[in-house]
């Protein structure tokens, strides 16, 4: 009981803070347009990678899977680009349930490096023609990878700006997630056009493709950048100024008997 108070005195404090209108406050005005850009960065990133992929798809089967039958080395491509999307959610959970013990600042700036990492990884990889039937595997791990970060850019980004936001104004805040996203996927689709146009089809299909994804790297540094200017959210910040909770303690203390110590917490 004592625990539920602590923490619900602590969301009514930050909810408290949290109520003051953007309006009130030009300094807090402009800290939330930089949480938002901060934000939506790294979304930017995540998305910009998928947007790339989807639309370098049949590049990617030409340089990652045998040739012989263009039509299944296309449907490979697309399966792979399918697999970064089920390990979205994992990371979802994973990098959400993370982000609750340490806050959103750290696990976000992780999860840009990761995903961004993995785009320029991917831009690295030796084709089929050099190491064979690894060229696919190895775009396959690196997918993988990514998608379990995208999980987290996805579910961080939503509740940095819903927490930072003004309890009026927390629909409209969380909504330029959505604006980043598709703004990352006319950007990817945009460069391979201006790529296709300026370098030609057979300079894009041996070489270009690969300096699309080295883009990440940029990005990915100025989203870091960003992302380390930023304080913790004004909800986890309050949480952590009343300590730790009980049931971390006990934790703590007790280790592997933390069962036994939560018995003896309960009765005294």
């Given at each position: 009981?004592?625990?539920?108070?602590?923490?619900?005195?602590?969301?009514?404090?930050?909810?408290?803070?949290?109520?003051?209108?953007?309006?009130?406050?030009?300094?807090?005005?402009?800290?939330?347009?930089?949480?938002?850009?901060?934000?939506?960065?790294?979304?930017?990133?995540?998305?910009?990678?998928?947007?790339?992929?989807?639309?370098?798809?049949?590049?990617i089967s030409l340089n990652f899977f045998q040739q012989?039958?263009?039509?299944?080395?296309?449907?490979?491509?697309?399966?792979?680009?399918?697999?970064?999307?089920?390990?979205?959610?994992?990371?979802?959970?994973?990098?959400?349930?993370?982000?609750?013990?340490?806050?959103?600042?750290?696990?976000?700036?992780?999860?840009?490096?990761?995903?961004?990492?993995?785009?320029?990884?991917?831009?690295?990889?030796?084709?089929?023609?050099?190491?064979?039937?690894?060229?696919p595997i190895l775009l396959v791990i690196v997918r993988?990878?990514?998608?379990?970060?995208?999980?987290?850019?996805?579910?961080?980004?939503?509740?940095?700006?819903?927490?930072?936001?003004?309890?009026?104004?927390?629909?409209?805040?969380?909504?330029?997630?959505?604006?980043?996203?598709?703004?990352?996927?006319?950007?990817?689709?945009?460069?391979?056009?201006?790529?296709?146009?300026?370098?030609?089809?057979?300079?894009?299909?041996?070489?270009?493709?690969?300096?699309?994804?080295?883009?990440?790297?940029?990005?990915?540094?100025?989203?870091?950048?960003?992302?380390?200017?930023?304080?913790?959210?004004?909800?986890?910040?309050?949480?952590?100024?009343?300590?730790?909770?009980?049931?971390?303690?006990?934790?703590?203390?007790?280790?592997?008997?933390?069962?036994?110590?939560?018995?003896?917490?309960?009765?005294?």
């Amino acid at each position: 009981m004592d625990e539920s108070r602590t923490q619900a005195a602590a969301l009514a404090e930050a909810a408290a803070h949290s109520a003051q209108t953007p309006y009130d406050d030009a300094e807090r005005s402009r800290r939330m347009r930089k949480v938002i850009w901060a934000a939506g960065a790294g979304h930017f990133v995540e998305w910009f990678d998928f947007g790339l992929y989807g639309t370098l798809a049949t590049v990617i089967s030409l340089n990652f899977f045998q040739q012989g039958n263009t039509q299944a080395a296309l449907l490979s491509a697309f399966a792979v680009f399918g697999a970064g999307f089920v390990m979205r959610p994992l990371g979802g959970l994973f990098w959400g349930s993370l982000g609750d013990r340490i806050g959103r600042k750290t696990v976000l700036a992780t999860v840009i490096l990761v995903t961004s990492g993995a785009t320029v990884v991917m831009g690295l990889l030796p084709t089929f023609d050099l190491i064979g039937l690894w060229a696919p595997i190895l775009l396959v791990i690196v997918r993988l990878v990514q998608g379990f970060a995208a999980g987290g850019e996805s579910s961080g980004a939503t509740t940095l700006l819903a927490e930072y936001a003004p309890s009026n104004r927390r629909g409209f805040v969380t909504s330029f997630i959505d604006v980043f996203g598709f703004a990352a996927f006319v950007v990817g689709a945009g460069l391979v056009l201006l790529f296709t146009s300026t370098l030609g089809t057979d300079a894009l299909n041996e070489w270009g493709w690969r300096a699309l994804f080295f883009l990440a790297l940029p990005l990915g540094l100025a989203g870091l950048y960003l992302r380390n200017k930023l304080e913790d959210t004004p909800e986890f910040q309050a949480i952590q100024a009343k300590g730790p909770s009980r049931s971390h303690r006990c934790a703590r203390r007790c280790g592997p008997r933390g069962k036994r110590c939560s018995s003896a917490s309960a009765s005294s």
